[in-house]
T-cell receptor, first 112, second 110 residues
Framework: QKEVEQDPGPLSVPEGAIVSLNCTYS??????FMWYRQYSRKGPELLMY????GNKEDGRFTAQVDKSSKYISLFIRDSQPSDSATYLC????????????FGTGTRLKVLA | SQTIHQWPATLVQPVGSPLSLECTVE??????LYWYRQAAGRGLQLLFY??????ISSEVPQNLSASRPQDRQFILSSKKLLLSDSGFYLC?????????FGPGTRLTVL
């Protein structure tokens, strides 16, 4: 079993839709959770960062962490064609750790 | 603000040739530095990380090596490239809680 599982997609949605992207993980020691957006042939860009359980909102993006279920989500409201990219989840253990575990990414396409 | 640079952006090399990829970070001191490889349709594979000058940890045994000659400089090298070394190489720097990536180098080994 992989430490982090992420549906590869592709996920196609119409413009304006609410998008839900998800990751599951197996290591209960993970405390820090991140979402990255990666456009084709570019480096990943940090979108959201959360610590432990709960929700965090930033504009159209909401990150949710459910540690009891070992499940994290990224919601995108009012999706735009410019949101079309691959979304990577990542997580790490205690503060100061050197190692981050990444999902394989979900490819999202928002249709105009 | 912090900035991370990588070069070259694109590289095409023959099998058996040497490799040197460079990464530099601006705007931070004593960062943790990382090299990842991303193959098409696959996730990020951690190759090396460094917590300080001259301190390199390898995650995957292979024909690649890394060096950190200065606080904010990280170099990925190979003496002889293999076909399987083709991929997208990403440098990242980390705080205690997250990581920031550079623009990447696309390497094609022919």
């Amino acid at each position: 079993q992989k430490e982090v599982e992420q549906d590869p997609g592709p996920l196609s949605v119409p413009e304006g839709a609410i998008v839900s992207l998800n990751c599951t993980y197996s290591n209960s020691a993970f405390q820090y959770f991140m979402w990255y957006r990666q456009y084709s042939r570019k480096g990943p860009e940090l979108l959201m960062y959360t610590y432990s359980s709960g929700n965090k909102e930033d504009g159209r993006f909401t990150a949710q962490v459910d540690k009891s279920s070992k499940y994290i989500s990224l919601f995108i409201r009012d999706s735009q064609p410019s949101d079309s990219a691959t979304y990577l989840c990542a997580m790490s253990g205690t503060s100061g750790t050197y190692k981050y575990i990444f999902g394989t990414g979900t490819r999202l396409k928002v249709l105009a | 603000s912090q900035t991370i640079h990588q070069w070259p952006a694109t590289l095409v090399q023959p099998v058996g040739s040497p490799l040197s990829l460079e990464c530099t970070v601006e705007g931070t001191s004593n960062p943790n530095l990382y090299w990842y490889r991303q193959a098409a349709g696959r996730g990020l594979q951690l190759l090396f990380y460094s917590v300080g000058i001259g301190q390199i940890s390898s995650e995957v045994p292979q024909n690649l090596s890394a060096s950190r000659p200065q606080d904010r400089q990280f170099i990925l090298s190979s003496k002889k490239l293999l076909l399987s070394d083709s991929g997208f190489y990403l440098c990242a720097w980390g705080t205690s809680d997250t990581q920031y990536f550079g623009p990447g180098t696309r390497l094609t080994v022919l």
